[in-house]
T-cell receptor, first 117, second 117 residues
Framework: AQKVTQAQTEISVVEKEDVTLDCVYE???????LFWYKQPPSGELVFLIR??????QNEISGRYSWNFQKSTSSFNFTITASQVVDSAVYFC??????????????FGQGTRLTINP | DVKVTQSSRYLVKRTGEKVFLECVQD?????MFWYRQDPGLGLRLIYF???????EKGDIPEGYSVSREKKERFSLILESASTNQTSMYLC????????????????FGPGTRLTVL
């Protein structure tokens, strides 16, 4: 069965610090997709990134970067120079083979990130 | 602006009541999903639908049913609400599967916090 583990339940840092959120996954599929979502206090999940299993290139988007390593089954997320607006719950997710073009997602437990001014 | 809307942000019901949670998307997406979110457990898939009148069980379908009579609307039904169904319920929609980068993201609604007394 597929599984996603986010071992860090809560992280608290001071503004401008760099912070890394860990994500470890388990799957027997050779083709799979990994996602990160952000859930701000308003509650609505916001899509951040999708990575497929054949693309191990790291990605950078502004202050956000993602490190995908198949050898350790990890897909970690780093925020550089954190800001108060980054405070949210972050979810890592793994897609499961879907039916008729619908990708089912398996989510990790989430990491609550608090950035203090 | 793309949108997934849910009928209520907060709902309080009594044990044994029949409860309807409604979700509407305006993106003409084929796929729609219902999740529940509980602390420490992340999001868990209840049911999903890949087409009108088509439905598939997710990981925790017991005690729930769904209805999709129109493409834009996906309803979650609690036949006889119980206190262990107190939770945050999130609806999502996504397009048909595609290999395009960053495609297939699921767009989420704001959630309905249901309390069963």
């Amino acid at each position: 069965a597929q599984k996603v583990t986010q071992a860090q339940t809560e992280i608290s840092v001071v503004e401008k610090e760099d912070v890394t959120l860990d994500c470890v996954y388990e799957t027997r599929d050779t083709t799979y997709y990994l996602f990160w979502y952000k859930q701000p206090p308003s509650g609505e999940l916001v899509f951040l990134i999708r990575r497929n299993s054949f693309d191990e290139q790291n990605e950078i988007s502004g202050r956000y970067s993602w490190n995908f390593q198949k050898s350790t089954s990890s897909f970690n997320f780093t925020i550089t120079a954190s800001q108060v607006v980054d405070s949210a719950v972050y979810f890592c997710a793994l897609s499961e083979a879907g039916i008729q073009g619908a990708q089912k997602l398996v989510f990790g437990q989430g990491t609550r990130l608090t950035i203090n001014p | 602006d793309v949108k997934v809307t849910q009928s209520s942000r907060y709902l309080v019901k009594r044990t044994g009541e029949k409860v309807f949670l409604e979700c509407v998307q305006d993106m003409d997406h084929e796929n729609m999903f219902w999740y529940r979110q509980d602390p420490g457990l992340g999001l868990r898939l209840i049911y999903f639908s890949y087409d009108v009148k088509m439905k598939e069980k997710g990981d925790i379908p017991e005690g729930y049913s769904v209805s999709r009579e129109k493409k834009e609307r996906f309803s979650l039904i609690l036949e006889s609400a119980s206190t262990n169904q107190t939770s945050m319920y999130l609806c999502a929609s996504s397009p048909w599967f595609s290999e395009q980068p960053n495609h297939n993201e699921q767009f989420f609604g704001p959630g309905t916090r249901l309390t069963v007394l």
